[in-house]
């Protein structure tokens, strides 16, 4: 530890806060879903806007780097603290207050994502953002990683729900970015620029949520298809219909094959089939009026099956909760993106990606949102340094085939340090040099969350194996 860190950590515990540099504590801050790993000198747990302030402001005057952590269930590795220092854990800046008139959340950036929904609940309202991650993820990190779920198909990401926030910057200033009301045009929404930032620019403490009234009914219907381009026409279809599903989940053949295999689901699944999850809501009559179009639109290519009640609903969930732990049927290790595709191409795309896949030997399973175009595609592989690259080099294609289709390198992950490699492909240097020009505007010392997002660094980081963590 340098003679800097070791003052600014005086510094910090002197204000009353709690810092750990035992082993357990700096390990559990050092790694995230991507199961990569990064020591930080020591862990800060902030609880209040001014202890965060304190921290940065301390930090920036001993030019100590410092890396903000949700609940560290990010999958780019964007929370590992690269080069050392801090870690910020922001889970104790977890409260949560409703106001039911306005149809606000106003929430700690620690506030877990499905918490803050069941607190609407109590109010009969809902937040929409539902990423599969909920129970753990915290507000702050889905806004960090403008992250999505299921519901994004009608509701958008945490970008489309998020009315206002409060920043700390690298020197310790509070801002507030944008008020709690419906419209706001008085200048620049500084909001924006700190969706997707990945605590790179500031550390978000409070956030102000839109709520919605909580649908009256669901109908959750199944469609099985013989191929996966038969889907990709069925999601054409809907797509063109005046259908509004508040989720579309597409499962490739493989995806399906795997889940099949391990009869962990109790629907009878068709060999070969490829799948599409619909979900209405709204009104009783109107959700059910929709779920029988869809079946209109869809047949006769599909064999469909709407279920009758909250048990048969369980069940045809369960095939898209068995997709990701299921794909290990083709391997012990995956290499995973989030890439987006523009609606008109998903065929053309996959069928290069498929193609692709064969010729290397590799499996490729493919779920994904796919009312976004936002595909979760795979390369398994069984852990050995060759097939590893293999899939690595595979990965690089598949995501510069997408971006060179129109597409985005991801939808709702972020980068992280991770994807940084990506970000010269998806943006020309014009768009890469705005983004460190804001980043030097507002973090001049460069102390926040570093190499990152603008900059891809050299590691020699492997991913950890047999690390358990809360969501596994
Ligand atoms: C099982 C599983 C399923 C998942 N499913 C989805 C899904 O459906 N959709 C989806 O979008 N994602 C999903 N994810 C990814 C992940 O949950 C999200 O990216 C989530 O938004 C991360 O939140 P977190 O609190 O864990 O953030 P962390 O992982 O702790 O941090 C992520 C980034 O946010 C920054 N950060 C955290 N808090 C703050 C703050 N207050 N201010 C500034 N920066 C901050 C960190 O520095 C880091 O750069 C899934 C992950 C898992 C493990």
């Known amino acids: 530890m340098t003679k800097n860190l070791q003052n600014a950590l005086e510094c910090i515990e002197n204000f009353g806060l709690k810092c750990a540099s035992d082993e357990a504590s700096r390990f559990a801050a050092s790694i995230d879903n991507s199961r990569y790993n990064s020591m930080p000198d020591a862990v800060v747990y902030a609880r209040s806007e001014d202890d965060v302030s304190h921290v940065l402001k301390t930090a920036s005057e001993f030019g100590v780097y410092v890396t903000p952590r949700g609940a560290g269930s990010g999958c780019s590795g964007a929370a590992l603290p690269l080069s050392g220092g801090i870690v910020l854990d922001l889970s104790g800046l977890n409260f949560i207050e409703i106001d039911p008139l306005s149809r606000v959340a106003h929430v700690g950036a620690g506030a877990v994502t499905a918490q803050v929904d069941a607190r609407a609940g109590e109010f009969g309202l809902f937040y929409a953002p539902d990423p599969s991650s909920h129970k753990y993820s915290t507000i702050g990190g889905n806004i960090a990683h403008n992250a999505g779920g299921l519901r994004a198909a009608k509701y958008g990401n945490t970008r489309d729900n998020l009315l206002a926030l409060n920043a700390v910057l690298a020197d310790g200033k509070i801002i507030k970015c944008a008020l709690p009301l419906r419209k706001f045009s008085a200048g620049l929404n500084l909001r924006d620029i700190f969706i997707g930032s990945e605590g790179t620019l500031g550390v978000v403490t409070q956030a102000w949520l839109k709520l919605l009234p909580m649908p009256e009914s669901k109908k959750v219907a199944l469609a099985f298809f013989d191929s996966d381009l038969r889907a990709f026409e069925g999601i054409e279809k809907i797509l063109l219909s005046p259908l509004q599903p508040s989720i579309l989940e597409f499962m490739d053949s493989d995806t399906v094959e ?139 294609a598949a995501v510069e085939k997408a971006v060179e289709m129109g597409g985005a390198i991801s939808g709702e992950h972020g980068i992280g340090f991770l994807k940084a490699q990506y970000m010269n492909i998806q943006h020309g240097e014009p768009e890469m040099d705005a983004m460190r ?3 030097r505007a507002l973090d001049p010392k460069g102390i926040l969350n570093p190499n990152k997002l603008y900059c891809s660094c050299d590691n020699n980081l492997k991913p950890l194996r047999g690390v358990k963590l809360p969501w596994d």
């Open 258 to 396: 795997c889940v099949r295999k391990r009869r962990k689901c109790g629907i009878n699944i068709p060999r070969g089939a490829a799948a599409l999850l619909a979900e209405f809501d709204g009104p009783e009559s109107s959700a059910l009026d929709s779920a029988n179009k869809f079946f209109k639109v869809l047949a006769p290519d599909a064999s469909l099956r709407m279920a009758e009640n909250r048990e048969e609903e369980e069940l045809l969930w369960s095939l898209r909760r068995s997709a990701s732990p299921a794909m290990y049927e083709l391997g012990d290790s995956k290499i995973g993106e989030d890439i987006v595709l523009p609606f008109g191409k998903v065929a053309t795309y996959f069928s290069f990606f498929k193609k692709m896949a064969r010729d290397m030997n590799l499996p490729a399973p493919v779920f994904g949102h796919a009312a976004d175009g936002n595909y979760h595609i795979h390369f398994m592989y069984n852990d050995s340094e060759n097939t590893r690259e293999r899939a690595l080099q595979a990965m690089k």
């Open 437 to 439: 020009a804001i980043k």
